[in-house]
């Protein structure tokens, strides 16, 4: 089946998360990724538990979700031979992704300015913490970062957790996984503005400023009303939260007095709905030391999935906190087929969540494993360059290869 980005040749300078989940939007898309990583070691997440094991085998479980669908090319840049290699390779792509440290391509020279200037439709993105586009700067940029750093100074993880408790980041790698599906945006943002001009262009994608901009209620909360959201309970609504079950638990949001009426109606408190102490959500938000037990000795009563259903079909919109076990159980993800299944030649089936979202004329995604390290050396350098064995040879004697 045609992918939308059929046709289209991105190279992966990439490790650990953000950039890995960037190309394999991508690739989920359509797009032939070459995966750049080093002789004998490559990414790093290949070598950070857990494993999936069998028969002698094992492949870390984080490398296989967000690598399936590439090409692994393992090649060292250290080398002139290897840069070489990179440089003709990169003359064949549409896209460069690379978040390496800062400035680590700019040491060796090869940067979107040098290729550039002789491939004038290379898209390359950059993904760091804090920015690299020139006269876009700031004092951090050339700082390292990892994913709970950018929540933490994106105000964040200032949010996430209880008042009387530390703050708390939420959950692993989210700022990197955002930061793939920001940098995904922009490459096809670029894709199709190339199609209008036939030039290509640097993406400059920050972790903290993508995190920055999906805590947009904390600025626009200050900005206007010159407030400074804290964890706990919000000023402004209530009830939201995660509220017990006789046997587990359920999330609730009760953004307005529309959903509050059919709240109150459901757990049959219609006096509530009038109540001068719940006509609006700051008022709920602060007697919520009131509003809170009435609803947990109504639910109490209930199962998790009675009162989703009870709630719902009331016209309130809730949902239940899934385990593991629950989402693998769970009905609607069989019948969205969002965990698809993935073989490995060498460790078997395993299921991985499906990359969203769904489009009605390419419905269906590719489910190539993940690959060996250096698994396509030899592919890339016959069919993509032209290399002949005997020049292969050479360069894999010279350290300059793996496969």
Same mark, same amino acid.
């Given at each position: 089946?045609?992918?939308?980005?059929?046709?289209?040749?991105?190279?992966?300078?990439?490790?650990?998360?953000?950039?890995? *989940?960037?190309?394999?939007? #991508?690739?989920?898309?359509?797009?032939?990724?070459? &995966?750049?990583?080093?002789?004998?070691?490559?990414?790093?997440?290949?070598?950070?538990?857990?494993?999936?094991?069998?028969?002698?085998?094992?492949?870390?479980?984080?490398?296989?979700? =967000?690598?399936?669908?590439?090409?692994?090319?393992?090649?060292?840049?250290?080398? #002139?031979? %290897?840069?070489?290699?990179?440089?003709?390779?990169?003359?064949?792509?549409?896209? +460069? !992704?690379?978040?390496?440290?800062?400035?680590?391509?700019?040491?060796?020279?090869?940067? =979107?300015?040098?290729?550039?200037?002789?491939?004038?439709?290379?898209?390359?993105?950059?993904?760091?913490?804090?920015?690299?586009?020139?006269? =876009? &700067?700031?004092?951090?940029?050339?700082?390292?970062?990892?994913?709970?750093?950018?929540?933490?100074?994106?105000?964040?993880?200032?949010? !996430?957790?209880?008042?009387? &408790?530390?703050?708390?980041?939420?959950? *692993?790698?989210?700022?990197?996984?955002?930061?793939?599906?920001?940098?995904?945006?922009?490459?096809?943002?670029?894709?199709?503005?190339?199609?209008?001009?036939?030039?290509?262009?640097?993406?400059?994608?920050?972790?903290?400023?993508?995190?920055?901009?999906?805590?947009?209620?904390?600025?626009?909360?200050?900005?206007?009303?010159?407030?400074?959201?804290?964890?706990?309970? /919000?000023?402004?609504?209530?009830?939201?939260?995660?509220? &017990?079950?006789?046997?587990?638990?359920?999330? #609730?949001?009760?953004?307005?007095?529309?959903?509050?009426?059919?709240?109150?109606?459901?757990?049959?408190?219609?006096?509530?709905?009038?109540?001068?102490?719940?006509?609006?959500? +700051?008022?709920?938000?602060?007697?919520?030391? =009131?509003?809170?037990?009435?609803?947990?000795?109504?639910?109490?009563?209930?199962?998790?999935?009675?009162? !989703?259903?009870?709630?719902?079909?009331?016209?309130?919109?809730? %949902? /239940?906190?899934?385990?593991?076990?629950?989402?693998?159980?769970?009905?609607?993800?069989?019948?969205?087929?969002?965990?698809?299944?993935?073989?490995?030649?060498?460790?078997?089936?395993?299921?991985?969540?499906?990359?969203?979202?769904?489009?009605?004329?390419?419905?269906?995604?590719?489910?190539?494993?993940? /690959?060996?390290?250096?698994?396509?050396?030899?592919?890339?350098?016959?069919? !993509?360059?032209?290399?002949? %064995?005997?020049?292969?040879?050479?360069?894999s004697e010279g350290g300059v290869i793996g496969h």
């Amino acid at each position: 089946m045609e992918r939308p980005l059929s046709g289209i040749r991105a190279i992966g300078l990439e490790q650990y998360i953000a950039g890995p *989940y960037c190309t394999l939007l #991508l690739a989920d898309a359509g797009a032939e990724i070459i &995966k750049i990583e080093r002789p004998g070691k490559g990414d790093p997440r290949r070598s950070m538990p857990p494993f999936a094991e069998k028969k002698g085998n094992r492949k870390a479980a984080g490398f296989m979700s =967000y690598n399936r669908n590439k090409k692994s090319l393992a090649l060292n840049l250290q080398h #002139l031979e %290897g840069q070489k290699i990179f440089h003709e390779l990169a003359t064949t792509a549409d896209v +460069v !992704v690379e978040n390496l440290r800062p400035g680590a391509m700019d040491k060796i020279g090869l940067n =979107y300015s040098n290729l550039s200037s002789s491939h004038t439709r290379l898209i390359w993105a950059i993904i760091s913490g804090f920015g690299q586009l020139k006269g =876009y &700067k700031g004092p951090y940029s050339d700082r390292p970062a990892f994913d709970i750093v950018a929540e933490a100074m994106s105000g964040i993880m200032h949010q !996430v957790g209880y008042a009387d &408790k530390p703050p708390s980041d939420t959950l *692993y790698g989210m700022a990197d996984i955002y930061t793939g599906m920001v940098t995904a945006f922009g490459i096809m943002q670029a894709l199709f503005m190339r199609e209008r001009t036939g030039k290509g262009q640097l993406i400059d994608s920050a972790m903290f400023d993508n995190m920055l901009s999906l805590n947009e209620s904390m600025v626009a909360l200050h900005s206007v009303a010159g407030q400074s959201p804290m964890r706990g309970t /919000p000023k402004n609504l209530f009830p939201r939260g995660a509220f &017990k079950t006789k046997d587990g638990y359920i999330a #609730l949001n009760v953004p307005d007095n529309i959903i509050w009426e059919r709240l109150c109606k459901a757990i049959n408190r219609i006096d509530m709905i009038e109540d001068p102490r719940c006509k609006t959500g +700051v008022e709920r938000a602060a007697n919520a030391h =009131y509003i809170q037990p009435i609803i947990e000795v109504w639910l109490e009563q209930l199962t998790r999935d009675d009162a !989703v259903e009870k709630l719902n079909s009331s016209g309130v919109p809730t %949902g /239940p906190v899934n385990t593991a076990e629950d989402i693998f159980s769970d009905p609607h993800v069989n019948a969205r087929g969002l965990l698809m299944p993935i073989t490995d030649s060498e460790v078997g089936k395993h299921l991985f969540a499906r990359s969203p979202p769904f489009l009605s004329e390419a419905p269906t995604l590719p489910t190539e494993s993940a /690959p060996k390290l250096g698994e396509h050396t030899i592919e890339i350098l016959t069919e !993509v360059l032209g290399y002949s %064995g005997e020049k292969i040879n050479e360069l894999s004697e010279g350290g300059v290869i793996g496969h």
